[in-house]
């Protein structure tokens, strides 16, 4: 715990055996109270792994998508009773060691959600390759002209929230794919949620997951949509699904197919 808050960490997971374990041995568990993994239905031994390592694991029957997956995530975390939740890939593209310093923002009520910016540090050194540095670049600023925020990046999947914001928002209705990411801080940014950012250090690596160049574009432009839906909710012109009164919030009372529950 932390300003007696409790810490949970969620990782949505698909095939991540490989890095798995060097991820979670760089949590700082001092002050972690919970990690869940939710298992997308990979083809690996991934869920095998997290039951040896004694994380709470939740396997999908069929594969629901990254988005999808961070649904589950979510919900698990608030049947938790989690204060706090840090979404964190297994994949170990970004370094857990950051894991205190975001629970510190939320703890101390500073933000409502942080994200771990790679364009604060030097993503390019880092191995980000340079068409989605480019790409990753003038989304953010299109994104920021059309949600009236000055953030650093939206793409990053490394984040933090309170708990009061994933009760809150209408996550359900949210895509079940990448862009499911673009949507969530929209619908922050749409909310009034404070948003706080820090630097992260970029890693690629073979086995870090990373979309390919068709996915990146067909993400792109969902992106792109996502802008636009939102400057048209906020002037009243027109709201889309996820900006009205009754998109649907996540049902902390779903059922999960739990693997295994320390």
Do not use: W
């Not at 003038?138 to 009760?167: D, I, W």
């Amino acid at each position: 715990m932390l300003n007696g808050k409790k810490i949970v960490v969620v990782m949505p997971a698909y095939n991540a055996e490989k890095t798995l374990e060097k991820t979670y041995n760089e949590i700082f568990k001092e002050i972690v109270d919970e990690i869940i993994l939710t298992d997308d239905k990979s083809s690996d031994n991934t869920k095998e792994l997290a039951k040896s390592l004694n994380i709470t694991t939740i396997v999908h029957k069929e594969n629901r998508g990254y988005g999808g997956n961070q649904k589950s995530c979510y919900t698990a975390a608030l049947k938790s009773n989690a204060d706090i939740v840090i979404m964190l890939h297994p994949d170990y593209q970004y370094t857990p060691k950051l894991i205190p310093a975001i629970a510190s923002m939320l703890a101390f009520e500073e933000y409502d959600a942080v994200i771990a910016s790679r364009m604060l540090s030097n993503a390019l050194e880092g191995g980000m390759p340079l068409y989605k540095y480019i790409a990753n670049k003038f989304l953010t600023a299109f994104e920021n002209f059309f949600l009236r925020q000055h953030l650093s990046e939206y793409h990053t999947g490394y984040r933090g929230f309170k708990k009061s914001v994933l009760e809150n928002l209408p996550l359900e209705d949210c895509d079940d794919d990448f862009v499911f990411d673009n949507e969530m801080l929209a619908l922050v940014a749409y909310h009034g949620y404070k948003i706080g950012e820090l630097s992260c250090p970029t890693k690629y690596f073979p086995e870090a997951s990373s979309i390919n160049f068709a996915r990146s574009c067909k993400y792109g432009f969902g992106v792109l949509g996502v802008s636009l839906k939102y400057f048209l909710a906020y002037a009243g012109i027109y709201k889309s699904k996820i900006f009205k009164k009754n998109a649907k919030k996540l049902d902390v009372n779903a059922e999960l197919p739990y693997y295994h529950n320390p």
